[in-house]
C-alpha cells in the first residue's frame, strides 16, 4: 500500500511538470498591498512588476537633437520614436510602407509638437540607405543617434527554409543593420560628430533558439557587431549597445510568430515578473541608453525580459510548478532515499 502511494505521488508530481499545471498561490493575493490589476493572461505576481509607461527622462533631454531609426513606422520603433520626440528630438522614421510612415510621422508630431520625418528606404539597399540619410540630413543635419530596430521574422522548421527565406531575414537583420551603421558611421567621422547607435536583438542570440534559426544568427551577428565597433570606433566618439527584448506584443511581429495565440494565452507561465512587457518600457531604456546618462555604457547587450531568459536556462525552473503538497511529498521522498544510501554505506563500512 506504501509503495502504490509513493508511487502515486511521484507520477503526480511528474505529470504537474509535463501539465505545467500553476501552483496554488492565492496567499500571493492576499499579502499584496498594490492596487494593480493584473490581465487574464497574467500571472497573480505581476502586481509587483508593473509597467511604468509615462518618460523616465526630463523633458527636452533630446532638444537639438537629431534621431534616425529604422522599422519606426509600427510597433518598437513607433514607440522609441514617440518616446524621443516627446523628449524634445527631431526624428526621422525609415521603413519601406510609406503611408505607414506618413500616418505615424502625422500621428507622433501632433502629440509632441515636434517634427517627425517620414522617409521611404528598403534597408537592404546600401542606395536607399545613402539616400534616406541624405533626406535626414537635408531636413535636421546629420543624425547622432541611430536606431537599428528594422527586423524580419518568421516561425518555421529549419529543414523547411528555402535560400530565399534565409536570404531575405538575414538582408534586413544583419546586412541591413550594418549598412545603416556603417553609412552614418562613416558621416560621423567625417564629420568628427561623436554620435550613439542602439541596435535591438533577442534574448535566444545567447542560447539558440529552435524554429527561428535565421533570425538567431541575424541577431548573434549583430551583437557581434556592436561589440566590434565599440571596441573600433570609441576613438571617435562613438557608442554601441543593443537591447535584447523578450516578448513584447506587436501587430506585425506577432502575427508571424505567434499566429493562433497560444505563446501569448501561456507566456505569463515562463516569465518570472509574470506579463509580457510593453513597448514604453522597451522606449524608456533605449532613450536612456542613447542619452547622455548612459554615456559610460558600449559594446553591451541588455536583455529586457521578465526574467524568462533565466527561468529557461535553469534545469530545474519547471519545478516551480509544484504545489506545496507536491513538494511536502517530493522531501518525504527524498530524505527516504538519503536514508536508504546511509544504511547501504554502513553495511559497506
Request: charged share 20%; proline share 5%; net charge positive.
Amino acid at each position: 500500500m506504501a509503495a502504490a502511494r509513493s508511487i502515486g505521488a511521484r507520477a503526480s508530481i511528474m505529470q504537474a511538470l509535463l501539465n505545467h499545471a500553476r501552483p496554488q498561490i492565492s496567499s500571493l493575493h492576499k499579502i499584496h498591498t498594490s492596487s494593480a490589476q493584473t490581465k487574464a493572461d497574467e500571472g497573480p505576481q505581476a502586481h509587483y512588476f508593473p509597467p511604468m509607461k509615462t518618460a523616465m527622462l526630463p523633458k527636452d533631454t533630446f532638444k537639438g537633437k537629431i534621431a534616425f531609426i529604422t522599422g519606426g513606422g509600427t510597433g518598437l520603433g513607433k514607440g522609441m520614436a514617440s518616446m524621443l520626440s516627446s523628449l524634445g528630438a527631431n526624428v526621422v522614421i525609415a521603413a519601406r510602407r510609406v503611408s505607414v510612415l506618413e500616418t505615424t510621422a502625422a500621428e507622433i508630431s501632433s502629440h509632441t509638437g515636434n517634427p517627425v520625418l517620414p522617409v521611404q528606404m528598403d534597408i537592404r539597399d546600401p542606395s536607399a540607405v545613402a539616400a534616406a540619410l541624405d533626406a535626414c540630413e537635408a531636413k535636421f543635419g546629420l543624425p547622432t543617434i541611430i536606431i537599428n530596430n528594422a527586423a524580419g521574422n518568421f516561425i518555421s522548421p529549419s529543414e523547411r527554409l528555402s535560400p530565399n527565406a534565409w536570404k531575405t531575414i538575414t538582408d534586413i537583420v544583419l546586412n541591413g543593420t550594418a549598412f545603416v551603421t556603417l553609412e552614418a558611421g562613416k558621416r560621423l567621422i567625417k564629420a568628427e560628430q561623436g554620435g550613439v547607435f542602439l541596435s535591438i536583438t533577442t534574448t535566444y542570440t545567447r542560447s539558440g533558439s529552435g524554429f527561428v534559426s535565421p533570425s538567431a544568427s541575424a541577431k548573434a551577428g549583430v551583437e557581434t557587431l556592436t561589440r566590434s565597433l565599440a571596441a573600433e570606433w570609441g576613438r571617435y566618439g562613438m557608442r554601441f549597445n543593443c537591447i535584447a527584448p523578450g516578448p513584447i506584443e506587436t501587430e506585425g511581429a506577432f502575427s508571424r510568430l505567434d499566429p493562433t495565440g497560444s505563446f501569448v494565452n501561456a507566456a505569463h507561465k515562463r516569465i518570472p515578473a509574470g506579463r509580457l512587457g510593453e513597448i514604453e518600457e522597451l522606449a524608456n531604456l533605449a532613450t536612456y541608453l542613447v542619452s547622455d546618462y548612459a554615456s559610460w555604457i558600449t559594446g553591451e547587450t541588455l536583455a529586457m525580459d521578465g526574467g524568462s531568459s533565466r527561468f529557461h536556462s535553469g534545469d530545474f525552473s519547471s519545478l516551480i510548478h509544484l504545489t506545496s503538497e507536491q513538494w511536502d511529498e517530493m522531501e518525504r521522498l527524498i530524505r527516504k532515499n538519503a536514508n536508504k544510501d546511509r544504511v547501504r554505506l554502513q553495511a559497506k563500512l
